[in-house]
């Protein structure tokens, strides 16, 4: 249900325009940044730098102690997005950002697909259509059998799954604790779970680059300040197709700086994933506000 305070659609869509320029700086300066450091180096470091800014919410977490079931969701959370992270870092220094942004759009059909499976949230048929639209534009980016489908890839294929699936957990999590100590608490799982594999390929790395991942963490930390603040301000209804532009401006990016040429296969598959979500988050919002099922878990189409 909107409540008034989301009852301001212009602020909305600007705090998401916002979210998605913070995270175009985010692959913007990962891609910038290339193969010069292994893949899992540079995702520690990154969440190394972004656990300073969060250390003194986690001191207030563990001496209030962890609500009671939470610790293996902790856990299993930060499993899958050390994977996650790894296998984003590791696409985004192969395949242009227009692709890496494209792939990652496919979250939220992992996240319906995974709350069908786990929580036995029930699709109905036009949520089924919605997902297959968003799948048949996934084809349409990867175009297999017209060209080799690359690791980077099938890296952004596995980062935006395990993704999903960590959001699934941090819903379930949500329902314990505060957004604030799940991101603190992500940050401190992912650092620790990144480290041996990091030390295992350590490269020096070097004050230019620590820079570079330091803005990597700035962005990344305001691009998702950003977004709640987007949804505080309005409905997923009036935000979600904004997300669209985030494509076209990783598009342009990629172009002007990395002379990555526009695919419009990559254009257009973006644009039938955008769409399909967006008509998920409208269904759910029109059934919500007849009050026909009850919030999520128990939401369907």
């Known amino acids: ?18 979210t998605g320029l913070s995270f175009v700086a985010v692959t913007g300066t990962v891609r910038h940044l290339g193969t010069a450091l292994p893949s899992v180096e540079a ?14 919410a986690l001191i207030g977490i ?55 499976v786990f929580f036995g949230e029930r699709l109905a048929l036009r949520r089924i259509m919605a997902i297959c639209v968003a799948l048949i534009g996934a084809l349409v980016i990867l175009r297999p059998g017209l060209r080799e489908i690359s690791s980077g890839q099938i890296a952004q294929l596995g980062a935006a799954t395990c993704f999903g699936f960590s959001y699934l957990i941090a819903k379930r ?18 650092t620790i779970g990144l480290a041996p594999f990091a030390l295992m390929v350590w490269v020096p790395p070097t004050l230019a ?17 950003c977004m709640a603040r987007a949804f505080a301000a309005a409905p997923l209804t009036v935000t979600q197709p904004v997300t669209f532009l985030q ?19 990559i254009l257009l598959g973006g644009a039938m994933i955008i769409a399909a979500i967006s008509y998920m988050t409208w269904r759910e919002a029109q059934i919500r506000r007849r009050g026909i099922t009850p919030p999520p878990p128990a939401t369907k189409i």
């Not at 520690?44 to 250390?55: A, K, M, P």
């Not at 984003?88 to 227009?98: G, Q, S, T």
């Not at 494509?247 to 526009?262: H, P």
């Open 1 to 18: 249900m909107e409540t008034a305070a989301q009852n301001r659609p212009v602020a909305g869509v600007l705090w998401m325009l916002a």
């Open 43 to 56: 995702a520690f470091l990154r969440f190394v730098i972004g656990l300073v800014f969060l250390s003194p």
């Open 62 to 116: 563990f001496r209030a102690g962890l609500p009671t079931g939470a610790p293996p969701l902790i856990l299993g959370r930060g499993v899958l997005h050390v994977v996650a992270v790894a296998l984003w870092f590791y696409a985004m220094a192969r395949i242009p950002v227009a692709e890496v942004t494209a792939i990652g759009y496919l979250n939220p059909v992992v996240v319906t697909i995974g709350a069908a």
């Open 173 to 190: 999590l949500s329902t314990m604790m505060s957004a604030g100590a799940l991101v603190a608490l992500l940050s401190l799982t992912v």
């Open 209 to 225: 680059q620590i820079g570079q991942l330091g803005i990597v963490a700035a962005f990344a930390t305001l691009g998702h300040y």
């Open 247 to 265: 494509l076209v401006w990783a598009s342009l990016l990629g172009a002007l700086a990395f002379d990555e040429r526009v695919d419009p296969y």
